[in-house]
């Protein structure tokens, strides 16, 4: 029973480690690029839900690429779009884009290499191929 207990413990020792190895605390970076695809992705699950007004289909395309400077464009045009306030999930995503143009600008603007200023790729983005499953 003892060799078994102290197999246990280790094991729980190793794995506290690995957990301990993987929360380091957030770079700006990091927050930048989750945030964005966060967006990202809400973005994309508004387009498909049935529930939303019709507006949603008029918001300017929302693919935000941190490491293109025309996201900065992007995220002041889909912010400052004037129709669909009264749909909550267009208000929270203006709320999130407008938060992260916030952080990129201010907070991270010393932190973020920005590697092209090609807007067109920010309109028509150049997708991964779907792996089969």
Do not use: G, W
């Amino acid at each position: 029973k003892l060799p078994t207990m102290k197999m246990l413990l280790s094991l729980i020792v190793l794995l506290s480690a690995a957990l301990l190895a993987n929360t380091a605390p957030p770079t700006c970076y990091s927050r930048v690029l989750s945030l964005s695809k966060e967006i990202t992705e809400s973005f994309k699950e508004l387009q498909t839900s049935k529930a939303v007004d019709s507006c949603v289909e008029m918001l300017p395309r929302l693919y935000l690429d941190i490491h293109n400077y025309c996201v900065l464009a992007k995220l002041r045009e889909f912010v400052a779009y004037p129709r669909c306030e009264r749909v909550l999930e267009v208000s929270e995503l203006k709320e999130k884009a407008r938060s992260l143009y916030t952080i990129m600008i201010s907070y991270c603007r010393r932190d973020l290499v920005f590697l092209t200023d090609d807007c067109n790729a920010l309109e028509s983005p150049i997708l991964p191929p779907i792996e089969p499953s």
